[in-house]
């Protein structure tokens, strides 16, 4: 068969490599993709939310299988637009992608259907908004209800902050129509974890736990990323939480999406934050997590197409996934400068070196070929990903990887995964 992957980042590197190892695949598109992409896919020169170009493209082609890899193009509704011609895509329809395109909805729809998740009052004029911050104690966080790259969260220690927070979004409307709602949110405290799972809009299969790192600097300090690293499985996950994660949280939100007339299909990914055992959430995503998806497909062994094609299909109850006990770990390199201004276009060395670490794989995020080079494209560039008998071995294969890559002004963190060691060494 042949399939189509959309996006052009690390997660979307990590699914054609896992969709490479299907024997039933023959031959593997992405739009646009990237020079890491490039080694097992054919780029074709399309943007991710150029629906109709992409839907065009595919008919084209006679695509057998589309996987949406970002937000971006399920809430322009790509589902739609390839289901109206009657072709198959893996990820949530416009309706049900309102999930993360939302955080009111989500919220909405949590506190409806009992779904554990922090207080939170949504406005849509910056008086009453301004009103209404001045009568809370903070911290509080301050959220504009649409996407905004990741941007569109604050955390305000002070009301002086929570004032600008709002100021920011609302009036001088840094994020556009992302920010004709706000979100004033109670400040959660805990650490957090990811918790991914396909659905088919009934069934719920769960994949391994994980847990990202969204600071810039070493020990979570600094403005928030996209994620700067990722490691399977996370230890703050307990038995316990991972229950209540799944029957507390995915099958209830699951049921809840359909009864709203959103039937959920896809990946759904729900950020946690989990305090004492007990989680709430902080948000949904309609898609797998980057950098999360790369150390969790890697430990995956089952075939993914199969899967894939389950949760469209709305067969999945008859699915199981076969995984690898190994834990594993993903570092991101990033350009200097990031997640403010950087250059595009260093040449980045050292990726034959990286690659005959055993159990490693480099998957490429902002790389691009430039003279026959491999050069920086972007903000995240690589996410050097290992496996390792524990976290810990996982952890020293990971950056004996990223030593040996280098680029001018090239950054990483060095903690990556030091929670979940310190976790397994407190024996809790
Ligand atoms: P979100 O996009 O809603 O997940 O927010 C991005 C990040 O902001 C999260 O990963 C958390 O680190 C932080 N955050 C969001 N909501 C809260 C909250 N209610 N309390 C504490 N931190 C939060
Ligand atoms: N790593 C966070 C995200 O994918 O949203």
């Avoid at 350009?335 to 490429?364: C, W």
């Amino acid at each position: 068969m042949k399939v189509l992957v959309i996006g052009g980042g690390g997660r979307e590197h990590a699914l054609v490599w896992k969709i490479a190892q299907s024997p039933r695949v023959k031959k593997i598109y992405c739009a646009p993709g990237n020079a890491g992409i490039a080694q097992w896919a054919e780029c074709l020169p399309i943007s991710a939310e150029d629906v109709k170009g992409l839907t065009a493209r595919a008919e084209k082609e006679k695509i057998d299988l589309t996987v949406v890899g970002p937000e971006a193009p399920l809430t322009l509704g790509i589902v739609e637009a390839f289901r109206g011609k009657g072709m198959r895509i893996f990820g949530p329809t416009q309706k049900a992608s309102e999930i993360e395109g939302s955080k009111a909805f989500a919220k909405d729809l949590m506190k409806k259907h009992g779904i554990p998740t922090g207080d939170s009052v949504t406005f849509a004029d910056p008086e009453s908004a301004i009103k209404y911050v001045k009568a809370k104690r903070p911290p509080l966080v301050i959220k504009a209800d649409g996407l905004a790259a990741g941007k569109g969260v604050i955390i305000c220690r002070t009301l002086e902050e929570a004032l600008s927070a709002l100021d920011l979004i609302m009036v001088q409307k840094a994020f556009g129509p992302a920010g004709a709602r706000v979100l004033v949110e109670e400040f959660l405290e805990g650490e957090e974890a990811s918790f991914l799972a396909f659905t088919d809009g009934d069934s719920v299969l769960p994949l391994p736990t994980s847990q990202d790192h969204k600071a810039i600097y070493d020990d979570d300090q600094g403005p928030n990323t996209g994620g700067m690293g990722a490691y399977s499985p996370a230890p703050v996950v307990t038995e316990k939480v991972n229950r209540d994660a799944i029957e507390k949280i995915m099958i209830p939100t699951v049921r809840a999406m359909a009864k709203e007339g959103k039937k959920y299909q896809g990946v759904l990914y729900a950020g946690l934050m989990i305090r004492e055992e007990k989680c709430q959430v902080l948000e949904f995503n309609a898609r797998f997590g980057d950098p999360e998806a790369q150390p969790l497909l890697m430990r995956m062994k089952s075939d993914l197409v199969p899967i894939l094609e389950a949760t469209i299909d709305g067969a999945l109850s008859a699915h199981k996934m076969e995984l690898e006990d190994r834990s594993s770990v993903c570092v991101v390199m990033a350009s200097g400068g990031y997640p403010g201004s950087y250059q595009k276009g260093k040449v980045i060395s050292g990726l034959e070196e990286a690659a005959k670490v055993r159990d490693t794989f480099v998957f490429h995020a902002g790389t691009a070929f430039h003279g026959g080079k491999v050069v920086t494209n972007g903000g995240r560039v690589l996410g050097v990903t290992a496996l390792g008998n524990g976290i810990g071995e996982a952890i020293r294969k990971a950056y004996q990887a990223v030593e040996r890559i280098s680029w001018e002004g090239a950054y990483y963190r060095r903690d990556i995964g030091q929670k979940a060691l310190k976790r397994i060494e407190r024996g809790c």
